[in-house]
């Protein structure tokens, strides 16, 4: 049975992330040991390449960054930072021959570069659709300030790795916040707000981009030295999102003993990572709904039959459940 990266367990090190918002902070003038407290990460700890971290440490220490900064610009700031970091798993991503080539080996790696978060990608016609989905659970505004960490880290990956001015697009679930400059600042004029997602959509064809950077030696060499990330594998609640999005018949019971667990063990699991089985369920197929209906232009019919619903009343009532509005008032 695979194993996969629980809340507790410790496998991340203090390269990426930490370093980032710990040179950000110390940036501001602030303590160090006010930064860490409560994360059970210590000052020694930080200079330690074999101390390793937990997802749960990562979370408090952000929102622990979050709260002392008091900017509203912190997490743009630190999405930019993370693209300048020095280690070989970064920089296995930022040489890289093409965008294509860097995104791929971000997916392979992803659970040590950009922990908080999975994304869905799907590719329909022109253009390239990431989805974002946190990987534990988490409140509104932490999860928010987390999607703009990693939208300002895509956006400075895309314009040091692509050739051409890269135009992307970005949706939030969010309302549009009072601090809209940054956002535009950091990300472009293309923002939506209170869309039924959070999503990164860009033309296809930015995947062949060569990159002004690349270094076939460079990026071999850090290849080699990440490649041990390569077996980090994905984290629990990313495992369970993919095996409800994959397999319509995804009861509890049913994802439970695939994951070779008692029911009660795989809610209490869940449970313990701030999420229900029921929250993941709805947004999955809210997702495949979304997609399947807003790009795909699939009619009610057949998304109803993906999602194993039998009964299209039925299916449209669950759709207004999960967007607070119907297929047919779908604007994407």
Not at 42 to 68: C, G, M, T
Request: hydrophobic share 40%; net charge positive; aromatic share 10%.
């Amino acid at each position: 049975m695979q194993q996969y990266i629980s809340l507790d367990d410790k496998y991340l090190s203090a390269e990426g992330m930490i370093t980032a918002l710990v040179e950000l902070a110390q940036g501001r003038g602030i303590p160090l040991h006010k930064l860490l407290r409560g994360t059970g990460i210590f000052e020694q700890d930080l200079y330690d390449l074999s101390q390793r971290f937990s997802l749960s440490q990562l979370l408090v220490l952000i929102s622990q960054f979050k709260a002392l900064m008091k900017s509203n610009d912190s997490g743009f700031l630190l999405g930019h930072q993370l693209v300048n970091d020095v280690s070989p798993a970064v920089q296995s991503v930022r040489l890289s021959p093409s965008l294509g080539m860097a995104l791929k080996q971000l997916q392979q790696i992803s659970t040590v570069i950009a922990p908080l978060l999975f994304t869905r990608r799907h590719i329909f016609k022109d253009d390239l659709y990431l989805y974002l989905q946190p990987s534990i659970g988490m409140d509104e505004s932490l999860k928010n300030y987390c999607f703009e960490i990693y939208s300002a880290a895509l956006m400075s990956l895309l314009k040091r790795v692509c050739n051409v001015y890269p135009h992307c697009y970005f949706d939030f679930t969010c309302k549009r916040p009072r601090h809209i400059q940054e956002y535009e600042q950091h990300l472009g004029l293309r923002i939506r707000f209170e869309q039924p997602y959070t999503r990164w959509h860009f033309n296809k064809q930015l995947l062949k981009c060569p990159n002004p950077e690349a270094s076939q030696l460079r990026w071999q060499q850090c290849i080699a030295q990440s490649e041990l990330h390569k077996n980090v594998s994905q984290s629990f609640v990313e495992a369970v999102c993919l095996r409800i999005y994959r397999d319509k018949n995804n009861s509890l019971a049913n994802s439970a003993e695939h994951f070779a667990m008692s029911s009660a063990t795989f809610k209490r699991k869940l449970k313990q990572h701030g999420v229900s089985y029921s929250q993941l369920q709805d947004e999955q197929n809210k997702l495949k709904a979304l997609h399947l209906l807003g790009v795909c232009q699939q009619g009610n019919e057949r998304v109803a039959d993906r999602l194993a619903f039998y009964d299209i009343p039925n299916f449209r009532r669950a759709f207004k459940r999960w967007t607070g509005i119907t297929p047919s008032q779908l604007k994407i």
